[in-house]
């Protein structure tokens, strides 16, 4: 009961603060770090086979497959912008798995001027998370889990802090090859602001998410459902037209049932060529839609990569395409300490 409690205020703080026009701080807990979950559209948490970069993001998924596994990540973003994470589990029969991850998100030197503009030196920015988890396997089909995270980014001499909790639960179906899962994210609050007086939003966030192994082909399909707690996505963007037969005004809104269902789904796929070796592939068209240039649309919202396994450790490798202004590379690295062991 006081658990429901915590929870059930957490929620209500959540929903007071997303009332500024979906204006929210601390973008590193929007960011995507890991090579796997970049190259699938930028979500895949319906899937449970040891990964422990999928654990970090649903602690659902830990379990004693992914103890003993450490984890390493890079991606070069736009400008001197880079993230890096790290990650570490470990499974304790009887009690459930714990994991620990570490996330930076720099975004490079800034020149500081004065009013007048000249210049004063140079200063730094950038967003970190401090992330602790914790799975636990109910029975052999459900199980669920949570993360308590810890948020501090530094902009100059302005510093802000939050600290949040997200809560999981998975089921998994061995024989049909099949994986639910739900996620609650970033239930919590600032602790400290930029500015006094001033709360810094949290990006609170439900997602729902299902996959599939195909029984005679090495392909796994997954569909994400993503901010499943605000029905409209859409901008808040009319078009007005003069009738040229009444020269009365015709407002529209490029929403619409159709459009708010595709901008809360994720679209990705594996394809498992060998035990060593697959291929993945993701659409996000809200992504897309927040991000392409009209007349030239490209690849925006259109992620890939691949994941292979070079003697005994994993690397990951992903592309995700943004706009026409650039993209992001992924690179992750998967070391399970038990495979080092002699038989």
């Given at each position: 009961?006081?658990l ?10 959540n929903?007071i ?13 929007q960011t ?7 190259a699938?559209?930028g979500n ?7 990964d422990?970069?999928?654990g970090l ?13 450490v984890?390493f ?6 400008g ?14 009887s009690?459930?798995?714990?994991s620990?991850?570490i996330t930076?998100l720099?975004y ?12 004063l030196g140079?200063f730094?920015?950038?967003?970190y998370l ?10 052999n089909?459900?199980?669920v889990g ?23 639960g998975?089921f998994?179906?061995?024989e ?6 739900v996620?609650?994210?970033?239930l ?5 602001s930029?500015?006094e ?10 997602q729902?998410?299902?996959s599939k192994?195909l ?12 901010n ?5 996505l ?15 005004e ?12 595709m901008?809360?789904l994720?679209f990705?796929?594996?394809i ?26 490209g ?14 450790i994993?690397?990951?490798y992903a ?5 026409l202004?650039g993209?992001?590379?992924?690179l ?11 038989s």
């Open positions: 009961m006081r429901f409690r915590v929870v059930l205020l957490l929620l209500l703080t929903e603060l997303a009332q500024d026009n979906g204006q929210v701080n601390f973008q590193i807990l995507v770090s890991p090579a796997r979950i970049a699938l559209g895949s948490i319906a899937v449970k086979d040891g422990l970069n999928l993001f649903a602690p659902s998924l830990l379990d004693s497959s992914t103890s003993g596994q984890v990540g890079y991606t070069p973003f736009f001197e912008a880079n993230i890096l994470h790290s990650g570490y589990a470990q499974h304790i029969d009690v459930g798995t714990f620990l991850s930076s720099g490079g030197d800034f020149t500081m001027t004065s009013e007048t503009g000249q210049v140079s730094n920015a950038g967003e401090f992330q602790g988890g914790y799975g636990r396997q109910l029975n089909k459900f199980s949570g993360n308590l995270k810890f948020m501090l980014s530094e902009l100059a001499d302005y510093k802000a802090s939050g600290v949040a909790l997200d809560l999981s998975t998994y179906s061995e049909k090859l099949f994986t639910a899962t996620l609650i994210k970033n919590g609050t600032s602790i400290s930029y500015r007086g001033l709360n810094e939003n949290l990006p609170f966030e439900i729902a998410a299902i192994k029984d005679k082909a090495p392909i796994r399909l997954s569909l994400i459902g993503e499943l707690q605000r029905w409209d859409t901008p808040e963007r009319t078009t007005t037209e003069i009738d040229p037969l009444t020269g009365e015709i407002v529209t809104n490029p929403g619409g049932f159709g459009e708010n269902l901008r809360h994720v990705n796929s594996e498992l060529l060998t035990k060593n070796f697959n291929i993945r592939i993701g659409y996000n068209y809200n992504r897309r839609q927040q991000l392409k240039v009209e007349d030239r649309p690849a925006a919202g259109i992620t890939y990569g691949l994941g292979m396994r070079i003697a005994k994993h690397i990951s592309r995700a395409a943004y706009s202004a993209v992001s590379n992924h992750t690295l998967n070391i399970k300490f038990d495979d080092f062991k002699k």
